[in-house]
């Protein structure tokens, strides 16, 4: 989970967070390939009061130092196609 470290560095265990919307891992060159899945708890209120509308929520994904390896893209939601249904809604 995000945000459990030991000297600087991620580490597994910890408790999920359902209030902050920033988590962070760090991992140290691991030589090999890293997989980090994102879970939302819940992505139901108003992100951005008084902008658009209830289900507007800011988020942002960041891979610093990071590189693709042949047939494993960094996003693998359809985010690298610019597919934003995985992650849009409407309201009823």
Do not use: Y
């Not at 600087?8 to 899945?37: C, H, M, P, R, Y």
């Not at 009061?49 to 359809?78: E, H, K, W, Y």
């Amino acid at each position: 989970l995000g945000n459990h470290f030991t000297l600087g560095w991620s580490q597994t265990g910890g408790s999920a967070d359902t209030l902050e919307n920033l988590e962070n891992v760090f991992v140290q060159k691991a030589g090999a390939t890293a997989t980090i899945t994102v879970s939302a708890t819940a992505i139901n209120g108003d992100g951005v009061p008084l902008v658009g509308d209830m289900t507007d929520q800011d988020f942002a994904l960041i891979c610093r130092n990071c590189a693709v390896s042949a047939g494993n893209p960094i996003f693998s939601d359809g985010f690298e196609s610019g597919d934003v249904s995985a992650w849009s809604s409407s309201e009823p």
